[in-house]
């Protein structure tokens, strides 16, 4: 299991557009489908997998921020989003059916989006699985980093910090609150993504 570290983009950059499928519903989104009507406090981007086991050890607090912030559908104050950007031809666990199971066994009911050609985890410049990007009303980032500082337990690294989602809550919560999220943050870690081969 590789540890990749998230490139960090600099703060206040726009989010990138995007048509990716959702493969929940079988449809197409962008951006702004993904947004959704009405005035939201922001948008979060998960860039995760089936098979990673730094996102199996936070899938569960992900459903429980899908809960509190995106509401049943899409009702709450933050929109969100999640994307599998891993090469589904070398890492078929990863899969759309896989991405479905996954997403109906943890009750996520935001879209879960396949990036099938890798082109969107490129112009986020996502490094990792998982790795989150925050952005506001604007579409301006103004979050990336950490989930919390848990980390799965392996025998030469991690730890036994209970799974909070302290850190992206509390940007969220800055959100939500009209404040700007505090701008020390510490990067996330996961698996890298698996690139397609040139």
């Not at 981007?45 to 098979?51: E, G």
């Amino acid at each position: 299991m590789s540890r990749t570290e998230s490139s960090m983009v600099g703060l206040g950059t726009t989010a990138p557009d995007f048509q990716l499928v959702n493969v929940m519903t079988g449809n197409t989104m962008n951006l702004d489908e993904v947004r959704g009507p009405g005035k939201k406090s922001g948008l979060l981007i998960m860039f995760v997998c089936v098979h990673c086991p730094y996102v199996k050890h936070v899938e569960v607090e992900l459903a429980r921020i899908g809960v509190d912030y995106f509401g049943q559908s899409g009702e709450g104050p933050i929109a969100i989003a999640a994307i599998q950007s891993n090469d589904v031809e070398q890492y078929p666990e990863d899969g759309p059916e896989p991405m479905r199971e996954q997403a109906n066994r943890l009750g996520w009911r935001f879209p879960y989006l396949l990036d099938a050609a890798q082109d969107v985890a490129r112009s986020y410049e996502a490094a990792c699985t998982p790795d989150f990007f925050l952005f506001d009303a604007e579409m301006h980032l103004v979050y990336r980093g950490q989930l919390d500082s848990s980390r799965p337990r392996r025998k030469d690294f991690g730890n036994d910090e209970p799974v909070t989602g302290k850190d992206l809550r509390a940007a969220m919560d800055a959100l939500v609150a009209g404040r700007q999220p505090d701008q020390e943050q510490r990067s996330s870690i996961g698996c890298n993504i698996k690139w397609r081969e040139a």
